[in-house]
T-cell receptor
Framework: DSGVTQTPKHLITATGQRVTLRCSPRSGDLSVYWYQQSLDQGLQFLIQYYNGEERAKGNILERFSAQQFPDLHSELNLSSLELGDSALYFC????????????FGEGSRLTVL | EDKVVQSPLSLVVHEGDTVTLNCSYEVTNFRSLLWYKQEKKAPTFLFMLTSSGIEKKSGRLSSILDKKELFSILNITATQTGDSAVYLCAVEPWTAGGGADGLTFGKGTHLIIQP
């Protein structure tokens, strides 16, 4: 158990809908990262927050947004969902602003029908 | 754009064999290279390498980085069925502001250890 909690574990929704994925980092970790894993693309970095502020941005679509709250939990919002958004979404955390050793949650499996 | 290429994509060996997994990379402003193991769901951290030629070891696993040739290898000796997993290589660049950026992962090597 990495100490990173993600909810929900599984989510099935329809195209055009909006969903919110939630992540609680390990106790004491200030950085939260979001990654998308699909069969063809592998693990893709989406976005990083450090102590409430956006720190780095990767291949995140404009339809996706994230935030980190004062209690350091984070949410990833996915809107206008398309079939291609079906993937495993991972949250990871680390103590500092640099990455290095990341602790990954178990992921949220999103299926868009 | 940062790039990580792992080979082979899949590998099937027998218990007790030694395996070598390869990772080559291109990254602007290299900070570190990392190896992760992904069994069922969450990747778990194995090694972080920043300096060339220095081997990192943990039990039967070891890894080394060659910054001149831009590659790393992960060795697993005396393999066990519990080593079956996807092994992911990732690179971490420095940002212009001096901090680190998100990791760029390779597609992984799917390792299967047969009894």
């Amino acid at each position: 158990d990495s100490g990173v909690t993600q909810t929900p574990k599984h989510l099935i929704t329809a195209t055009g809908q909006r969903v919110t994925l939630r992540c609680s980092p390990r106790s004491g970790d200030l950085s939260v990262y979001w990654y998308q894993q699909s069969l063809d693309q592998g693990l893709q970095f989406l976005i990083q927050y450090y102590n409430g502020e956006e720190r780095a941005k990767g291949n995140i679509l404009e339809r996706f947004s994230a935030q980190q709250f004062p209690d350091l939990h984070s949410e990833l919002n996915l809107s206008s969902l398309e079939l291609g958004d079906s993937a495993l979404y991972f949250c990871a955390s680390s103590q500092g602003a640099g990455t290095g050793e990341l602790f990954f949650g178990e992921g949220s499996r999103l299926t868009v029908l | 754009e940062d790039k990580v290429v792992q080979s082979p994509l899949s590998l099937v060996v027998h218990e007790g064999d030694t395996v070598t997994l390869n990772c080559s990379y291109e990254v602007t402003n290299f900070r570190s290279l990392l190896w992760y193991k992904q069994e069922k769901k969450a990747p778990t951290f194995l090694f972080m390498l920043t300096s060339s030629g220095i081997e990192k070891k943990s039990g039967r696993l070891s890894s080394i980085l060659d910054k001149k040739e831009l590659f790393s290898i992960l060795n697993i000796t005396a393999t066990q069925t519990g080593d079956s997993a996807v092994y992911l290589c990732a690179v971490e660049p420095w940002t212009a502001g001096g901090g680190a950026d998100g990791l760029t992962f390779g597609k992984g090597t799917h390792l299967i250890i047969q009894p």
